[in-house]
């Protein structure tokens, strides 16, 4: 909280004090309210003082008191406001609405045993079939997100995975730095590849990954105003370090929670070695392996700082970071 004797003291010095109380409010304040912090302010602002203290520059005022007591009211005008912000701060409001993010679905709110895996491919596909065949021997489905210019070199893979009973997620066209585009271009990415998998499998794609993991508000933002529902991950394999085969295990099973996501990559050294034991270990903890689709809730969610994606309750947190609306009946995966 803002220390009153302080404001007021610096106030009433001299007419010093309001060229520094005038500095403090209009410039000081406003750059601490951005960094959520009065206290900030005030720190600049007495450095301010000190300086011109230490410069000893004389102050010449001119004027008549009816001026005089116009800035002093002007100067206590301010002051309140800078206080009303601080309460702000203090409640909490304004925290909260400063480090508002719109956030991708990074794992799920579960009650039951369930999680999903998913694979992203944007470079090879020799080990693709071979996934396949173990992910048959578990009778897992997953979800596969599909680059643009893979989908246009493997179609015929693209129809095979669909045929084994998988879902197609679209991981943009061209592999760019999706925080990096224009919203147009963002449309742009997510409409190549999904018009490009509906001519193979006929079905559009609704799930989306950004490549590298990266996005911004805009990208999450108008992947869902577009009609998809932005996925990440919570638990990385980090198969494409190629660490071994134990480390890969290692990674994916340490801690395996309901409603997790994991992230592989169908070109990854270690994977068909990995796989099969990964999948035993899920079984064996009592896990059912699910389509990312199948994971997310349906209705209205709202996803956390965490990125955890939860229904929505009576009265929604104070802590949400986003709202969305995910309907799986109208996911033509899901049929």
Not at 179 to 189: F, N, V
Not at 284 to 311: C, F, K, M, N
Not at 313 to 320: G, I, N, R, V, W
């Amino acid at each position: 909280m803002i220390n009153l004797c302080l404001l007021f003291r610096v106030i009433s010095r001299d007419f010093g004090g309001f060229r520094v109380m005038f500095r403090l409010l209009l410039f000081a304040v406003p750059k601490a309210l951005r960094k959520g912090s009065i206290h900030v302010a005030f720190r600049i602002g007495l450095g301010v003082e000190r300086a011109q203290r230490t410069e000893a520059m004389p102050v010449v005022f001119r004027g008549s008191r009816q001026g005089w007591m116009r800035q002093v009211m002007v100067v206590l005008c301010l002051a309140a406001l800078s206080l009303a912000y601080a309460g702000l701060i203090d409640s909490g409001d304004l925290m909260v609405a400063a480090r508002k993010r719109v956030l991708p679905v990074y794992n799920v709110e579960q009650k039951e045993k369930v999680l999903s895996i998913s694979f992203d491919a944007a470079w090879g596909s020799a080990q693709t079939e071979e996934i396949l065949d173990i992910l048959d021997d578990y009778e897992v489905k997953t979800t596969f997100f599909l680059v643009g210019f893979w989908v246009e070199k493997y179609p015929e893979m693209v129809a095979e995975m669909v045929r084994r009973g998988h879902e197609i997620g679209n991981h943009s066209a061209t592999h760019p730095h999706m925080a990096q585009l224009s919203e147009g271009k963002i449309r742009e990415e997510l409409r190549i590849v999904s018009e490009k998998v509906e001519h193979i499998t006929g079905k559009p794609t609704t799930l989306f990954r950004p490549p590298y993991g990266e996005y911004n508000d805009a990208v999450v933002r108008v992947s869902r105003e577009e009609g998809y529902e932005c996925v990440q991950w919570n638990v990385d394999s980090l198969d494409w370090k190629n660490r071994g085969v134990q480390d890969m295990i290692r990674q994916c099973t340490k801690n395996i929670q309901p409603g997790d996501i994991v992230l592989f990559h169908n070109d990854s050294r270690y994977i068909l070695d990995a796989l099969p034991t990964i999948l035993k270990t899920y079984r064996d903890a009592g896990y059912r392996i699910i389509p990312v689709s199948e994971i997310l809730l349906t209705g209205e969610t709202w996803i956390d700082h965490a990125g955890v994606q939860h229904p929505v309750p009576t009265q929604s947190p104070q802590d949400a970071t986003t709202s969305a609306k995910y309907t799986r009946g109208q996911d033509p995966w899901s049929t």
